[in-house]
């Protein structure tokens, strides 16, 4: 690089998809030859990624939008406040360019407009032909697993895009369009890729997890010359083969999540259900218009627990959503109780722009929501610091994230990356993130587990 090729300067906003088309907008800026700035002044502009799932984070695209423009002056939006492009540029009408979620080469042919790469410092700078990334077929080999935004030892494995479902208070499928399920061998030697290049462990995401190969009709792809059906239970049985850890993140409870709990007994997929089930009451949750609701999710649970008894189940609920009783919430904390939802997150129902859910009757006042959540938020809280205790006096395998002079910062199967808590081991440890060691635990609280170390195998 020289002092004159373009360096970008680059902010992604939101949740652990947009993070993963944030990745791929990176890797092909650097394939491409651009530098990566870290900060608005060492930047020719500033590409943010941006989210518009609830309004807080809309305001905080928007603030972040207005910071680049102050400090920069050359910023290009993308992602999913994308979508609302006018209102973006009412506010802010400097910016350059206005795109929407995965809109890769949009992005791209920004960059090149306001902060072009001169072609004569090619050879120089190693600036490779701008033949795309996002090409069909690509993204699968190893050069393009390119920039990732997560620690070595781990990585989000993006599935599909998009979603067609149509939950009356969220836009995503109106930001990211209907279900696309990625071909299953582009998947499959993505993850093949990624764990021969240290990675230890899989997050599995995308809008609707479970519903992977839908739109598709389940069709048969191949893989290493062998056929394997594109639905979620062949692709998790491959990637168990992979000898990592594979988690599997946003699944609505469809019949099929039934088969993965004998693997999760196993050991072949992490005993972990990410099940974003929003409410318990029926009326609710078809106001909300909520796929594969049933009444007898209290009884399927049970059954899965069952047949898999280390399994830890985390979900997240909206309440005071429009016409919430008081005997839907109550009826709501009954249920998280008998459900035992160890990992659980909570949020006070809010108007989203576009949403039809704006238009239901019975919006209920502020402060009681407020109300509710806090109170679901204890009740949560309660039953983690219960469920977490039945680890104490166990030991179990956790995967080490951080190591410092006195403590290790380490995760086992219940605790996903951000979202949950973590397995602190005192004392100062000869380990590396990414390390598998076994920990004897031995207290815990309402998050986390303290643990001591039992055994530990090194990472290569
Ligand atoms: S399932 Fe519902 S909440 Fe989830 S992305 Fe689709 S429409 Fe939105």
Known sequence: MTKDTPRIGFVSLGCPKNLVDSERILSQLRYEGY?????????????INTCGFIESAVEESMETIGEALENNGKVIVTGCLGARAEQIRQRYPGVLAVSGAHAYEEVMGAVHQHA????????????????????????????????????????????????????SFCIIPQLRGDLVSRPLDQVLLEAENLAT??????????????????????????????????????????????????????????????????????GAILPYLDMPLQHSSA???????????????????????????????????????????DADFEGLLDFVEAARI???GCFSYSDIEGAASRELPGQLPQEVKEERRRRLMERLARISRERLARHVGKVETVLVDEVHNDHVIARGAGDAPEIDGVVVIDGAWELDPGDFVEVEIT????????????????AE
């Open 35 to 47: 530098g990566i700035s870290s900060d608005y002044e060492g930047s020719d502009l500033v590409v």
């Open 197 to 266: 290049s240290g990675v230890r462990e899989l997050l599995v995401i995308s809008q609707d997890t479970a519903a992977y190969g839908q739109e598709i009709r389940h069709r048969t792809a191949f893989w290493q010359g062998r056929p394997v059906k594109s639905d979620l239970l062949a692709l998790s049985r491959e990637l168990a083969k992979l000898g990592i850890w594979i988690r599997l993140h946003y699944l609505y409870p469809y019949q099929n999540l039934d088969a993965l709990l004998p693997m999760m007994a196993e």
């Open 342 to 344: 160890d990992r659980g």
């Open 443 to 458: 207290a815990s609280d309402e998050h986390d587990l303290h643990g001591r170390m039992h055994d530990y195998e090194e």
């Open 116 to 167: 072009p790469i001169d072609a004569s410092l090619g050879s120089e700078v190693g600036v490779r032909a701008p033949k795309s990334a996002f090409a069909p077929g690509a993204g699968t080999g190893l050069a393009d697993i390119g920039v990732k935004l997560t620690p070595r030892h781990y990585a989000y494995l993006k599935i599909a895009e998009g979603c067609s479902h149509r939950c």
């Open 283 to 325: 009326a609710i949750l078809r106001a909300m218009r909520r796929p594969a609701a049933s009444e007898r999710m209290l009884e399927r649970i049970e059954r899965w627990r069952t047949i898999c008894p280390d399994l830890t189940l985390r979900s997240t609920f909206i309440v005071g959503f429009p016409g919430e009783t």
